[in-house]
């Protein structure tokens, strides 16, 4: 996005170090940016190495099902769903036959919805009502399970990252396929996201709200009692947000609506979705503005920060400094207290902004400096 020959340089210098070493690597979250690059595109080596992946999933699906639909976690099965949509769409584009792939990706999907929590599962397996529309952590089995979490006193945020993809996917496929089971799934999982600014602190825990980092970050509409205002006051988690920017922009691209069902709702959401959930254009202008907000968050906290800035929950948070030393400016702290940087947790937020729609090409410039200072070149080759 910099166009940068500098950045370019680098790229190609790390494109060419990780396929030396691994010439056949390929990963479905790998596989969805080499689609969304042409940068990526241009590599002969990743081309082929994707069609590999995504060739490999469908015949594992028809040779060996249950290690495909009960084994692992449901961010695996997620992520191979919507690669194999987004893979889909780029044969069809070019021309190819893409029926194989879009047959085995709704075969993910139909997993997907069908382990969902409803209303009556979130209450007999957690105790509360707020997993409605959620995901478990472990496909194995029937059901799926949280495996050893004991997530009885969590919010859904903390649950952020594996509920996103399910979510994301499942607008995705509806999108392609114009299947109302995807759009009420993916209706069902966005619940979570329409946070307000009211914080249950017996939801969350004991201790009065810190409040938001950012002046005029409202949402806009929402019924729920504290399940994303933990992601954004207490959680402080820049790759969360970022990730977070991701599912609510497939879910307006996508046009998914909230069921005018009151069975429907009966079993998926707690309450009643209120009118401005249930008219899609104030749907998708509530999911436009919490959109804009997380552009707004990752823009914000992108180190150095000012020497006054908010932070949030001041008793608990560790960070060392506002970030302006070398090796740290132009990247975020992990963030939930904690004033660590990793290189993992600034890539997340990093994808999750531009995949979002973020287009701030100086901050993408900053962080690139940043990345270069990680770098340590092998000046004897």
Known sequence: MTRDDAHRSTADALLRFVLDRRPTYMGANLGRQVLQSRFLRNSPELRRNLDTFA???????????????????????SGRAELLIDYAGHLERSGADPASFDAAARVLLDRLAQLQFTRDEAAARFGSERFTGAFPHLITGADGSMGTWDITAWALAMLSLDQYEAIRALAKGFGRFHDGAYNAAAAAGTRQLLGTTTIDPNLIYAGAPAGFPLDGAEFVIGDEGGEQPYLITYGWSPNAIAQLGTVLRAVRDSRVTVPRSASWADGYWTGTPGPDVL????????????????????????????????????????????????????GWFDGSGRGTMSAVYSRLAVVGYVEGGGRDAALLARLGRWWDRLIVWDTAS
């Open 55 to 77: 060739a490999s999933i469908v015949d594992r699906l028809g040779t060996a099902p249950d290690s495909v639909l009960r084994s692992g976690d449901i961010r695996t099965l």
């Open 279 to 330: 008219n899609p254009h104030r749907f998708w202008e509530g999911l436009d503005a919490k959109l804009r907000y997380t552009h707004d968050f990752i823009e914000a906290v992108q180190l150095p920060v000012p020497a006054d800035f908010p932070w949030m929950d001041l008793d608990r948070t560790t960070f060392p400094s506002t970030g302006t030393e070398d090796f740290r400016q132009g």
